[in-house]
């Protein structure tokens, strides 16, 4: 089975920390994921990468970066952490390779509280 | 832009009903169409998949259909048990673009 590890389920950190959200897949995908999910708001893409040292906008990105220095590994990165930022942030990767046939598989998702 | 409704945002029903779970896109030129559930404070977990040439999927008590004319799609739960409560969403991609295009979800809840 395809795994998805989030390295952190609950994180507390203070206004205007820099925060980094870890996210490590183990089979080969290419394409990784970062999203956010607020009540009413649903899934909302951050950014996305199609593979090493690449990275895409998706559809709010402003107040974070990402990192993927290595094929397995996908870093959310928080620059000044605020309090907007309280969420439960969704990590996902798929293959390339196959298509889409076998479609994205999720984290266990990390709770994030800015305060 | 993709647009993807869940209605309704809630449900109850009766433990050992049938029912139906609603989805539509806006943009019927999707690849895939992804289904998927999520228990209170926990990621997210692949029920079914159906690609853009097929109209259905199947896996034990759950059956998913598309039918990208109308834009939708539905998840049929036959037999519903408790253990089936949880949040589903549908998930809609492009051609082309592999982001899924989220809906917000329908709570069911299934009453012993």
């Known amino acids: 089975d395809v795994k998805v590890t989030q390295s952190s389920r609950y994180l507390v950190k203070r206004t205007g920390e820099k925060v980094f959200l870890e996210c490590v897949q183990d089979m080969d995908h290419e394409n990784m994921f970062w999203y956010r999910q607020d009540p009413g708001l649903g899934l909302r893409l951050i950014y996305f990468?199609?593979?090493?040292?690449?990275?895409e906008k998706g559809d709010i990105p402003e107040g974070y970066s990402v990192s993927r220095e290595k094929k397995e590994r996908f870093s959310l990165i928080l620059e000044s952490a605020s309090t907007n930022q309280t969420s439960m942030y969704l990590c996902?990767?798929?293959?390339?390779?196959?298509?889409?046939?076998?479609?994205?598989?999720f984290g266990s998702g990390t709770r994030l509280t800015v305060v | 832009k993709q647009e993807v409704t869940q209605i309704p945002a809630a449900l109850s029903v009766p433990e050992g009903e049938n029912l139906v779970l609603n989805c539509s896109f806006t943009d019927s030129a999707i690849y895939n169409l992804q289904w998927f559930r999520q228990d209170p404070g926990k990621g997210l977990t692949s029920l079914l998949l159906?690609?853009?040439?097929?109209r259905e999927q199947t896996s034990g008590r759950l059956n998913a259909s598309l039918d990208k004319s109308s834009g939708r799609s539905t998840l049929y739960i036959a037999a519903s048990q408790p253990g089936d409560s949880a949040t589903y969403l549908c998930a809609a991609s492009g051609f082309g673009n592999e982001k899924l295009t989220f809906g917000t979800g329908t709570r069911l809840t299934i009453i012993p």
């Open positions: 159906i690609q853009s040439s097929q």
């Open positions: 996902a990767s798929s293959s390339a390779a196959e298509g889409w046939d076998y479609g994205y598989t």
């Open positions: 990468s199609y593979d090493v040292k690449m990275k």
